[in-house]
């Protein structure tokens, strides 16, 4: 059973940070692609990032480019997401996934298992 934790949310003011992890458990993390998304109430769940297997390529979605870096500590099962220069329009659920294949990277999914998520709040 693979489990995913997310913590690290809050409420921000605008232009303010906010360091989110994904802990992991259950399955090999390191051979398994990791993804953030996020979904703000009445919206559809959106793309924010994702990392390969060993962390060589990254991918993110347009309206956080620049400013959210995704990382992974494959020695700790933890995947990390730092959001910098957050706007009022960064809030939402922010949920964490693992790839369904492994050592096969598909940023866009297909995902096998999702956390519950952590709420990110930004006041403007």
């Known amino acids: 059973q693979v489990q995913l934790v997310e913590s690290g949310g809050g409420l921000v003011q605008a232009g303010g940070s906010l360091r989110l992890s994904c802990a992991a458990s259950?399955?090999?993390?390191?051979?398994?692609?990791m993804g953030w998304f996020r979904q703000a109430p009445g919206k559809e769940r959106e793309f924010v990032a994702a990392?390969?297997?060993?962390?060589?390529?990254?991918d993110y979605g347009d309206s956080v480019k620049g400013r959210f870096t995704i990382s992974r500590d494959n020695a700790k099962n933890t995947m990390y997401l730092q959001m910098n220069s957050l706007k009022p329009e960064d809030t939402a659920v922010y949920s964490c996934?693992?790839?369904?294949?492994?050592?096969?990277?598909?940023?866009?999914?297909?995902?096998?298992?999702w956390g519950q998520g952590t709420q990110v709040t930004v006041s403007s």
């Open positions: 996934a693992a790839g369904s294949r492994p050592r096969n990277y598909a940023p866009l999914g297909p995902y096998a298992h």
């Open positions: 990392i390969s297997w060993s962390g060589g390529s990254t």
């Open positions: 259950g399955r090999t993390f390191s051979s398994y692609h």
